[in-house]
C-alpha cells in the first residue's frame, strides 16, 4: 500500500483500470476453463484468485496476469474423467513443485533460445483455445436434454452483442487509450443488455458461482506409487506447458515494455501458486 501511494496519480489510475478489467474477465475465463476440465466452476475460481494473487506477489514479471487457463485444461479433462477431481488436486501440488524446482535449478533462462516463430504460434494457438471454449456459450440444452445451437432472435442478439464487444475492443484504442477497452467493452455491452432488457444469459446462468472463500484441505488420494504412477506423468505435462505459457507471455511482455523479467522467479512463483492451490481445490494455472 505504501508503495501505491508513492505512484503517480496516471499510474495508480492505471492500475486500477487495468485490474478491474482483468477481474471482470477473469470470472467467465475461468468459469468456461473450469467446464473444459470436467470441474465445477469455483475449482476454476479458485484458481483464478489464488494462483492469479501468488504470482503477482512474487512472480517475476510485472504486468503479467496468471489463473486458470485453456492450455492446461485441455489436458486435466482426461485425468479428471479417469480418476476424479481430488486426483487432480493432487497432479497440481507435483506440479508446482516442479516448477519449484525448474526455477530453483535456473531453467527458465532457457525461454529466450525459443524462435519468434514459436512465440507467434503459441499466441495464436491460445488465442484459438479460447475462442473455441467460448463456443458452448452459444448452445442451449433443448427438451430432450441434448444441447443445440442457438437459433432465431436470441442467436441475434447473441452476435450483435458480441459483435459490438468486439468493435469498442478494436476501435476504442485508435480513438483514446485513456480508458481500457476491454473494461469500456464490458460496461458498455453490459448496460446495453440490462436497458433493453434483453433475454440472453447471464455468466450466473451458466453456472452457479456462489460459494464462500476456499479451504485448506489435503487431496483425498491414496499416498501409495500407484498414485503416484497415475498422476506424475500429468503432472510432469502440465509443468512444462505451464511454464511454457508463462515464460512466452514474460518473453511477449518484455517486448511489449521494452523491460526485462525474472524467468526464473516466474518459474518459481508460479510452483509456489499451483502447490498452494492443489491444496486449496483449485485447478492450477499459469500466465
Given amino acids: 500500500m505504501f508503495n501505491l501511494l508513492l505512484k503517480r496519480p496516471q499510474n495508480i489510475k492505471n492500475d486500477v483500470l487495468s485490474g478491474l478489467t482483468v477481474a471482470l474477465a ?21 484458481a483464478a484468485f489464488l494462483v492469479g494473487l501468488i ?13 486458470a487457463t485453456g492450455a492446461l485444461a485441455v489436458v486435466m479433462v ?9 486426483y487432480l488436486f493432487a497432479t497440481v501440488v507435483l506440479m508446482g513443485i516442479l516448477q519449484i524446482l525448474a526455477g530453483v535449478f535456473r531453467l527458465g533462462k532457457f525461454i529466450r533460445i525459443v524462435p519468434l516463430p514459436v512465440m ?21 440444452t433443448g427438451e430432450n436434454g441434448e444441447e443445440q445451437w442457438l437459433s432465431g ?23 483514446t487509450k485513456a480508458f481500457p477497452s476491454s473494461l469500456a467493452a ?29 479451504e485448506f484441505s489435503i487431496p483425498m488420494v491414496p499416498f501409495n506409487m500407484e498414485t503416484l504412477l497415475i498422476i506424475a506423468p500429468y ?39 499451483n502447490t498452494v492451490t492443489g491444496f486449496f481445490g483449485g485447478m492450477g494455472g499459469c500466465a
Fill in 235 to 273: 503432472s510432469f505435462i502440465l509443468a512444462f506447458i505451464g511454464l511454457t505459457e508463462s515464460l512466452l507471455t514474460l518473453t511477449l511482455i518484455d517486448e511489449i515494455t521494452e523491460t526485462t523479467g525474472r524467468p526464473n522467479k516466474e518459474c518459481i512463483g508460479q510452483g509456489v501458486a
Fill in 186 to 214: 464490458i460496461i458498455v455491452v453490459t448496460l446495453v443488455a440490462i436497458g433493453l432488457h434483453l433475454d440472453i444469459r447471464n455468466v450466473g446462468d451458466i453456472a452457479s458461482i456462489a460459494g464462500g472463500l476456499p
Fill in 55 to 67: 504470482t503477482a506477489a512474487i512472480g517475476g514479471r510485472p504486468g503479467m496476469i496468471s489463473g
Fill in 120 to 140: 507467434l504460434g503459441f499466441v495464436n494457438g491460445l488465442a484459438m483455445v479460447i475462442f473455441l471454449a467460448q463456443l458452448k456459450a452459444f448452445k442451449v
Fill in 78 to 86: 482426461a485425468l479428471v474423467a479417469q480418476h476424479g477431481v481430488e
Fill in 26 to 46: 477473469l470470472v467467465p475465463e475461468a468459469v468456461a476453463f473450469a467446464f473444459v476440465a470436467g470441474v465445477e466452476p469455483l475449482v476454476g475460481l479458485y
Fill in 153 to 175: 432472435e436470441p442467436l441475434w442478439w447473441m452476435l450483435g452483442l458480441v459483435a459490438l464487444t468486439m468493435a469498442i475492443s478494436y476501435f476504442l484504442p485508435k480513438l
